[in-house]
């Protein structure tokens, strides 16, 4: 994979991680009942979103790293990234139930967490970069199971995904 072709899924990457940090700052403001849980999980997104951008300055080296990582996801990212920003538009004006957006979030998270690193992730490395990368998706796996365990805390139905 050449450098401009890699920079431009990492730049997609980031974007992606911007994006469901806004998505959830919408439902932060929709839902005071559960605005600490979601005004978390932004500040997360934006966290991964830093974690990708200074690990690629950090490490300019190793794109051949990356490249292996992403190099089936440019579409995907772009797809994913599009569906998101269409909710953050649609949302921002009317957010829907607190059940459909805890479900939204739930399949967000298993999308946003299987798109970069379903295959990458699971390989042992010494790598510096790929086990920040690994750390990132350990996170991506944790929120899944935080949203699906508010909401069987708050009495929530989990709903079979509608692929966004």
Known sequence: MNEPLLKKIIDESILLELNISELYKIFNQAFPEDAYFW?????????????????????VETFEVLAEMFSPTLSKLKEANEIIDGLIRKYGEKPPSREKVLNLALEIEHTSGEIQYQKFMSKKSDDLIVQLYQKLNKSEENHAARVKKYMAEHNIPVKKPNKM
């Open 39 to 59: 005004w978390e999980l932004s500040e997360e997104e934006e966290a991964h979103a830093v974690l990708i951008r200074d690990t690629v300055r950090i490490n």
